[in-house]
């Protein structure tokens, strides 16, 4: 089993709260990945890294913004939560080989 | 715009049937094709994946079936167990970066 961990698991906050998503890997991975995904529909990729101080928005738009200072840590910050950004959010790492390992996400609800 | 393409979104297998889902792809620059399959509360875990110079892959009870020139490949799940009800997604790559089908909710009936 892949050793990512994601924190909080769930998370309920009110409106214009600024919040921090953690994600971390035990791997030595140096790409990581955030997807936001609807429940039980498809991934979307909102930022992602390629290595320490290298951090890329993804396909999908966001408000979100990622810092990557460590190798193992790439949190994802909201500055101003809204209603619309209730989704989960998945981390993901891989190394130089193809598969990349999914955390097990944070289900955030925003009221 | 939709680059990789999941069908069904649904589907109901009696315990022992073959499951079969299907993807399809436009952009040929893609070079790697993913399944996942993901349980409620968890992340996407990969199940099997194919390059595009290969025509199938099975591993088990899962085969990857992969057609070049139609941009469509696919997922069999043989002798089908309700542990295999999960979502499942496929996936393509390009660079580093994947791009996922809609997924497909998938119940066995015991």
């Keep these: 089993e892949a050793d990512i961990y994601q924190t909080p698991r769930y998370l309920v906050i009110g409106t214009g709260k600024k919040i921090t998503l953690e994600c971390s890997q035990t791997m030595g991975h140096d790409k990581m990945y955030w997807y936001q995904q609807d429940p039980g529909m498809e991934l979307h990729l909102i930022h992602y890294s390629y290595g320490v101080n290298s951090t890329e928005k993804g396909d999908l738009s966001s408000e979100s913004t990622v810092s990557r200072i460590r190798t193992e840590h790439f949190p994802l910050t909201l500055e101003s939560a809204r209603p619309s950004h209730t989704s989960q959010y998945l981390c993901a790492s891989s190394s130089g080989s193809w598969e990349q390992y999914f955390g097990p996400g944070t289900r955030l609800t925003v009221t | ?110």
């Design chain 2, 1 to 110: 715009q939709q680059q990789v393409k999941q069908s069904p979104q649904s589907l109901i297998v009696q315990k022992g049937g073959i499951s079969i889902i299907n993807c399809a792809y436009e952009n040929t620059a893609f070079d790697y094709f993913p399944w996942y399959q993901q349980f409620p509360g968890k992340g996407p875990a990969l199940l099997i994946a194919i390059r595009p110079d290969v025509s199938e892959k099975k591993e088990g009870r899962f085969t990857i079936s992969f057609n070049k020139s139609a941009k469509q490949f696919s997922l069999h799940i043989m002798d089908s167990q309700p542990g295999d009800s999960a979502t499942y997604f496929c996936a393509a790559r390009k660079g580093q970066k994947l791009v996922f089908g809609q997924g497909t909710r998938l119940t066995i009936n015991p």
